[in-house]
């Protein structure tokens, strides 16, 4: 069994299995997800397979953003 990568080791760019993985999302409910339009973050079509952005995946989790403005 492989290990869920790190979203801040991810590439710029990469493929939709891998954001499912990190997000806890079966191969079966990603595509669904994405058929519907439902996917927890932007899908981008490149070359006819479907991808997701790192910036997206981190921003959908949280991640980089600054502290409270206080």
């Known amino acids: 069994m492989s290990d869920v ?9 990469f493929s939709v299995q891998i954001a499912s993985k990190v997000l806890g999302i079966g191969k079966n409910s ?27 995946l981190l921003s959908y989790l949280g991640a980089g953003q600054t502290g409270d403005a206080a």
Request: proline share 14%; charged share 30%.
């Open 5 to 13: 990568p790190s979203p801040e080791s991810l590439p710029p760019v």
């Open 30 to 56: 990603t595509y669904d997800l994405i058929k519907r339009g439902k996917y927890p973050v932007r899908v981008l079509v490149i070359g006819g397979r479907f991808k997701v952005s790192r910036y997206d």
